[in-house]
């Protein structure tokens, strides 16, 4: 049996209507991602503080949550605060789903003012000084209960941004710049 598929000039130029609304499916699904909740939470390891909220739900972004995630990932030495780029966040959603964890994060490092930047650069070679830090797009992580290999192992296997590995200091890096990894 060979089925045979209109080209798009037939489709504009002379199907009749029920030979073309035959092509549409007689059931029409939501698409799946477009539904659902998408949960966070962090824990501030410098300030003490905790969040955690759905941020994401059924194809929205909450904004009051996400708020509130940007002010316990504020710069803590200089009590500044920016917007994290929501595909961070999307990159830690999977993170959690991939390690099969409900645990909040311990957050070393969220967004960074460009001065306290420059001075952590001044004092390590560690520290990039275009830091994605700068632009909330980066986050400094561990989690209590996961080794940290395995935390960074799946982060690398999303391929969603850059990871960079921290043994010494107990936490991996997370940001959704290009796809690269370092330690």
Not at 6 to 27: D, E, I
Not at 108 to 123: C, D, E, F, Q, V
């Amino acid at each position: 049996m060979s089925v045979v598929c209109p080209t798009r000039r037939q489709l504009l130029l002379g199907l009749s209507g029920a030979a073309m609304f035959s092509m549409v499916p007689s059931k029409v699904y939501a698409s799946r991602s477009t539904k659902g909740v998408r949960r966070l939470g962090f824990y501030n390891l410098h300030t003490g503080e905790r969040g955690q909220g759905s941020y994401w739900v059924d194809g929205n972004y909450q904004s009051e949550i996400l708020s509130d995630f940007s002010h316990i990932l504020r710069d803590h030495r200089r009590n500044e605060s920016a917007p994290m780029d929501k595909r961070l966040y999307n990159l830690l959603f999977k993170l959690k789903e991939s390690l099969n964890i409900e645990q909040e994060f311990n957050v070393i490092s969220g967004y960074r003012s460009p001065k306290t930047n420059a001075m952590l650069a001044a004092k390590s070679s560690g520290v990039a000084k275009k830091s994605y830090h700068m632009k909330g797009m980066a986050m400094d992580i561990a989690l209590e209960d996961v080794k940290l290999t395995d935390l960074r192992d799946a982060a690398i296997e999303l391929k969603l941004g850059g990871v960079g590995y921290y043994p010494r200091s107990g936490f991996i890096h997370v940001d959704t710049g290009p796809v690269r990894t370092w330690s």
